[in-house]
């Protein structure tokens, strides 16, 4: 049988990054969380852990890291059906900026009049949060790819909708009377991160009819500071329509391109061995997102 003190311990130092954290949120030494993972790996038969910054699980970690999340799940189920006390064990969902950046707050806001157990918020693109449903290190994610995982199911959320934005500050110094797409691309813009890139380029090509083109971009890994860069003037941004409507509605902003505006399809993927707290949590997402994006 496997050792599944350990593999909460292997679970705690990848959800951290280190030991050195993993241990301080076990309340352990950084030897015993390290004693633990190591008698792990002699009785699976191999590495569990790239040794690396930040910690990384191996192939074989991956499986092992599916396995307890499901255990998880299993085990809350069981103490929901036995009548035992209330166990809040925590929900592990990985979500995109821009939806933490709008809607993603009612969600967290009407689940905790409901329940008490924590949400561990994994941020990551939303190209990318479906890998971590596969790898198993989350329970549930937002995706912008609607096929479900194995051994899970999706549901489609509806559409986030993107326009570009500038002060009218950023207009007068940069653009004057000559707000075209060849114009507006060889002016300052931004870019959130490396995976941003998509997203702009898709609307670069879908709405402009523009080849990619990010040269005089920007790096602003910060979702409320990407949108304060652009109503500041120092340059534009693709913006969710969502996060901007008072800036808009003050004049703070301008829609360069009114007519051009770019749908992202968003979709819940969850676990099938989903436990009431997630279905739970399901239900609040989908909810929300009905009333906040366009179908």
């Known amino acids: 049988m ?31 969380v390290s004693q633990k993972i190591k008698r792990l790996e ?11 910054k930040p910690l990384k699980a191996t192939p074989l970690g991956e499986q ?6 499901k ?6 189920q069981l103490t929901t059906r036995s009548g ?16 933490l950046a709008t809607w993603f707050t009612e969600v967290m806001a009407r689940f905790s009049e409901m329940r008490s157990n924590p949400v561990h918020i994994y941020n990551a693109d939303q ?7 596969q790898q198993g290190k989350v329970m549930a994610c937002i995706s912008q790819t609607g096929t479900p995982i194995t051994g899970g199911q999706s549901a489609r959320l509806g559409t986030m909708n993107y326009q570009l934005y500038a002060s009218p500050g950023f207009i007068q110094r940069y653009l004057q009377n000559d ?53 500041e003037g120092v340059a534009w941004a693709l913006l969710p329509t969502l996060q901007v409507k008072q800036e808009v509605a003050s004049g703070q902003l301008i829609s360069l391109f009114p007519s051009k505006q770019l749908g992202v399809p968003l979709f819940w993927h969850w676990t099938e061995q989903a436990s009431h707290a997630l279905g739970d949590f399901s239900q609040v997402v989908k909810h929300i997102s009905k009333e906040q994006l366009t179908p």
């Open 2 to 32: 496997l050792d599944y003190a350990a593999l909460h311990s292997f679970r705690e130092v990848l959800r951290y990054g280190s030991f050195e954290r993993g241990a301080q949120a076990l309340n352990l030494t950084q030897s015993a």
């Open 42 to 52: 002699q009785q699976v038969g191999g590495p569990v852990l790239v040794r690396m």
């Open 64 to 69: 092992l890291l599916s396995h307890v999340q």
């Open 71 to 76: 255990v998880s799940v299993l085990e809350e």
């Open 84 to 99: 035992a006390a209330d166990h809040a064990s925590p929900l592990s969902v990985a979500v995109n900026n821009d939806v």
């Open 127 to 133: 190209t990318q949060t479906r890998t971590l449903l």
């Open 179 to 231: 707000i075209s797409p060849e114009r507006v691309m060889s002016t300052p813009g931004l870019l959130y991160d490396e995976f941003d890139v998509t997203l702009l380029t898709d609307y670069q090509r879908e709405c402009l009819d523009f080849p990619p083109s990010l040269t005089t971009c920007h790096w602003y890994p910060s979702s409320h500071g990407f949108a304060k860069m652009a109503v």
